[in-house]
């Protein structure tokens, strides 16, 4: 049995689209029948970062016995953090090949939080990514990579729906825009950088206005906003509940990288909402499954004339976690794989005979 690797600093009990990813990946790998690890903060002495809770900093003490004792086939680094620096000195120390993802833009991250420069940021990350393959989520993160130089070789990776929860319980067409209210909901992390004052901001005459997640910014958010319903972090049936019953789903933020809640909501029937960057612009095509505007009010306007069932087939036909599982599995790279070129998979490039980027 081949032994898969992933490496972490985000994990369980966070909700988030990187976590998402991980458990279903794992879910995928284990049932095509391999033996996966994730070393991830909660097998270490760990403490929240302040900047960003979700991110843990971790003690990594025995971090390299688990390796060894594990003996990887493969190994993935999924997050640039103490954990992923860790396990990038633990390979090039042993010359051993791993690929990477990118899940979030950090330089924008920092810098909207503590101004740092975005050319400082990815400047550090062309160094953790150099001559990798890199897992995206999306092909304008490809373009963001490629314009920025931050890996080698770039994948686009999509991502997947569990399709055992969110379904479509609900395709009836959307009633006409002008009747009020209208049920709008957004799922996200409660933090400054997902810009839900620009949600909650939204007319409470024409709109019920409803937050699904928690966040560090939570407790200031509700008292800014009295008239809207904070529901606290959901998971599952009562998640896919909250989609079925939102008229559109609306997505404020603009340093996203896909965005799984968006493809959630589609497969519940409903629309979505959003700005016309990185994420909804490689999920939303206007008038079939949402509207994307510079404007938020244009964009859901339009987003409610959009037929809930042919959103619902436009999502379904697209996105799976066993197409994201097949994607990462064809371009695993072996640890020891040194032929010179690092960007080659062993199920990957060298069986398509695709020449890297």
């Known amino acids: 049995m081949q032994k898969i690797l992933i490496v972490t600093d985000c994990y369980e009990p966070s909700i988030n689209g990187v976590v998402t990813t991980l458990k279903n990946i794992k879910k995928e790998a284990e049932k095509d029948g391999y033996e996966v690890l994730v070393i991830e903060p909660s097998l270490f002495r760990n403490f929240s970062s302040m900047i960003y809770p979700d991110v843990k900093i971790s003690i990594p003490f025995g971090f390299n016995k688990i390796i060894d004792d594990f003996k990887p086939d493969y190994i993935h680094i999924a997050t640039e953090g103490v954990l992923g620096i860790a396990a990038l000195f633990y390979c090039s120390n042993r010359k051993l090949n791993f690929t990477t993802a990118f899940h979030t833009k950090w330089g924008e991250f920092l810098k909207s939080i503590l101004h740092i420069p975005v050319s400082w940021t990815n400047s550090w990350l062309r160094r953790f990514h150099k001559n990798k393959i890199v897992f995206c989520t999306s092909q304008s993160m490809i373009d963001y990579l490629t314009d920025q130089r931050i890996g080698k070789t770039h994948i686009s990776w999509s991502r997947g729906v569990d399709t055992s929860i969110f379904g479509p319980p609900r395709l009836t067409s959307n009633n006409n825009i002008f009747i009020a209210p209208r049920n709008?909901?957004?799922?996200?992390?409660?933090?400054?950088?997902?810009?839900?004052?620009?949600?909650?901001?939204?007319?409470?005459?024409?709109?019920?206005?409803?937050?699904?997640?928690?966040?560090?910014?939570?407790?200031?958010?509700?008292?800014?906003?009295?008239?809207?319903?904070?529901?606290?972090?959901?998971?599952?049936?009562?998640?896919?509940?909250?989609?079925?019953?939102?008229?559109?789903?609306?997505?404020?933020?603009?340093?996203?990288?896909?965005?799984?809640?968006?493809?959630?909501?589609?497969?519940?029937?409903?629309?979505?909402?959003?700005?016309?960057?990185?994420?909804?612009?490689?999920?939303?095509?206007?008038?079939?499954?949402?509207?994307?505007?510079?404007?938020?009010?244009?964009?859901?306007?339009?987003?409610?004339?959009?037929?809930?069932?042919?959103?619902?087939?436009?999502?379904?036909?697209?996105?799976?976690?066993?197409?994201?599982?097949?994607?990462?599995?064809?371009?695993?790279?072996?640890?020891?794989?040194?032929?010179?070129?690092?960007?080659s998979s062993k199920e990957g490039w060298f069986k398509r005979n695709t020449k890297p980027q």
């Open 184 to 343: 709008l909901l957004t799922v996200n992390r409660i933090s400054k950088e997902k810009n839900l004052d620009a949600f909650c901001q939204l007319s409470s005459y024409l709109y019920n206005l409803t937050v699904v997640g928690d966040g560090p910014y939570l407790k200031e958010l509700k008292s800014k906003y009295p008239k809207v319903n904070f529901k606290g972090a959901l998971v599952g049936k009562e998640l896919a509940a909250e989609y079925a019953m939102a008229d559109c789903f609306v997505f404020p933020s603009k340093n996203d990288t896909f965005g799984v809640v968006n493809i959630e909501s589609q497969m519940m029937g409903t629309p979505v909402a959003a700005y016309p960057v990185t994420g909804p612009i490689d999920i939303i095509v206007n008038g079939v499954n949402g509207y994307v505007h510079e404007n938020l009010n244009i964009a859901i306007k339009n987003a409610l004339l959009v037929d809930r069932s042919a959103c619902f087939w436009y999502t379904v036909d697209r996105y799976s976690w066993a197409g994201v599982w097949k994607t990462f599995k064809e371009n695993m790279v072996g640890v020891e794989n040194n032929d010179g070129d690092d960007s």
